[in-house]
């Protein structure tokens, strides 16, 4: 009897060591969980999501056990000193009747009637004015990729490209041979030499039925581009009357215009307000990711700009504003 109750008492102390050493792994484990993603593991790290994360819904591309809200990571930024000659140099150039564009950026600039010639494509094409046309490399071939759409979608090819770059003395010569002429309520709006968007290679005006200019301004974010003069913002652009005018800016920033009904002016007065640490997300809708900011130029040579480090995951773009700042784009494409 004896015996057997000491047999009984070892085995009570036995289970109960088992359950505290059971208790101190499991709270080893969650211990160890808890600390370990912060500091250089790429492992989600729940705590570190903020209310600003963008939406987790289509979840096109993710791969499948990756958790649907991917994890913020602090981004690590280094400085770069970027010269301030570029500053009228980008996609994100404002050029208007109070900032003016003087860069001569006649190297750069493709022949759309070769240039298309070249394509081998001389039937099913847009139209041109002349055979002298020109617009930036990266502008024509983001046109050419939305005119193929558009063509696919509607088979017209009632579409002439009218107007592309202009130089600044052709500009002034062409707003003096209309001063006189034009409405009294229409002349403020006139562009003279210096103040058209065409003088940058970045724009250009396009002829078609409504039914075609309709589809180019709902799907031309598509190809980076923004129907820049909207009826109801002549206050803010000075201009009227040009409805059917594209202008080239890049997929991300083109998308966040159209969805706030922003223009230029009122876009780059926003990203004015953003920095490198409080940067605006521009959701595209795929896992693509794009957010951006403003660096303001420094008086002298060059302007030290923040920009992700170079083992960061992070690429960027850097475009001037011909209006004294910076713009940063950076981005993480999802293959
Ligand atoms: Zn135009």
């Given at each position: 009897?004896?015996?057997k109750?000491?047999?009984?008492?070892?085995?009570k102390?036995?289970?109960?060591?088992?359950?505290?050493?059971?208790?101190?792994?499991?709270?080893?484990v969650?211990?160890?969980?808890?600390?370990?993603?912060r500091?250089?593991t790429?492992?989600?790290?729940?705590?570190q999501?903020?209310?600003?994360?963008?939406g987790?819904?289509?979840g096109?591309?993710?791969?499948?056990?990756?958790?649907?809200?991917a994890?913020e990571?602090?981004?690590?930024?280094?400085?770069v000193?970027?010269?301030?000659?570029?500053?009228n140099?980008?996609?994100?150039i404002?050029?208007?009747?109070?900032?003016?564009?003087?860069?001569?950026?006649s190297?750069?600039?493709?022949?759309?009637?070769?240039y298309?010639?070249?394509?081998?494509?001389?039937?099913?094409?847009?139209?041109l004015?002349?055979?002298?046309?020109?617009?930036?490399?990266?502008?024509?071939?983001a046109?050419?990729?939305m005119?193929?759409?558009?063509y696919?979608?509607?088979?017209?090819t009632?579409?002439?490209?009218?107007?592309?770059f202009?130089?600044?003395?052709?500009?002034?010569q062409?707003?003096?041979?209309?001063?006189?002429?034009a409405?009294?309520?229409?002349?403020?709006y006139l562009?003279?030499?210096?103040?058209?968007?065409?003088?940058?290679?970045?724009?250009f005006?396009?002829?078609?039925?409504?039914?075609?200019?309709?589809?180019f301004?709902?799907?031309?974010?598509?190809?980076?581009?923004v129907?820049?003069?909207?009826?109801?913002?002549e206050?803010?652009?000075?201009?009227?009357?040009?409805?059917n005018?594209?202008?080239?800016?890049?997929?991300?920033?083109?998308?966040?215009?159209?969805?706030?009904?922003?223009?230029m002016?009122?876009?780059?007065?926003?990203l004015?307000?953003?920095?490198?640490?409080?940067?605006?997300?521009?959701?595209?809708?795929t896992?693509?990711?794009?957010?951006?900011?403003?660096?303001?130029?420094?008086?002298?040579?060059t302007?030290?700009?923040?920009?992700?480090?170079?083992?960061s995951?992070?690429?960027y773009?850097?475009?001037?504003?011909?209006?004294?700042?910076?713009?940063?784009?950076i981005y993480?494409?999802?293959g």
């Open positions: 009897m004896h015996n109750n000491k047999m009984y008492e070892f085995e102390i036995a289970i109960i060591a088992v359950i505290v050493m059971f208790a101190l792994i499991i709270g080893l969650l211990f160890a969980t808890k600390d370990s993603g500091p250089s790429d492992a989600p790290s729940v705590g999501l903020d209310g600003s994360e963008e987790s819904g289509d096109n591309g993710l791969l499948s056990g990756v958790p649907s809200v994890p990571k602090e981004i690590e930024f280094v400085s000193d970027v010269d301030n000659t570029k500053l140099d980008g996609a994100l404002l050029v208007n009747q109070d900032h003016k564009y003087t860069a001569d950026i190297s750069s600039l493709e022949n759309l009637y070769s298309n010639q070249k394509e081998g494509n001389t039937t099913d094409w847009y139209g004015v002349n055979v002298k046309q020109s617009l930036k490399k990266e502008v024509l071939d046109l050419n990729d005119y193929r759409d558009f696919a979608a509607l088979e017209s009632d579409v002439t490209i009218t107007k592309t202009v130089d600044s003395e052709t500009q002034q062409e707003y003096e041979s209309i001063y006189e002429s409405d009294v309520g229409k002349k403020p562009q003279a030499g210096g103040c058209s968007e065409h003088q940058t290679g970045l724009a005006n396009l002829r078609a039925p409504d039914a075609s200019l309709s589809w301004k709902d799907n031309c974010w598509k190809y980076g581009f129907a820049r003069y909207p009826e109801g913002k206050t803010v652009t000075y201009v009227k009357d040009e409805p005018h594209f202008r080239y800016v890049g997929v991300p920033h083109a998308l966040y215009m159209k969805l706030n009904k922003l223009v002016e009122e876009y780059l007065g926003l004015e307000t953003k920095t490198s640490t409080s940067r605006l997300k521009l959701d595209v809708g896992a693509d990711k794009y957010e951006t900011y403003a660096c303001k130029a420094e008086n002298g040579a302007t030290k700009i923040m920009v992700p480090a170079e083992n995951g992070w690429s773009m850097i475009s001037g504003t011909n209006n004294g700042y910076f713009v940063v784009t993480q494409l999802q």
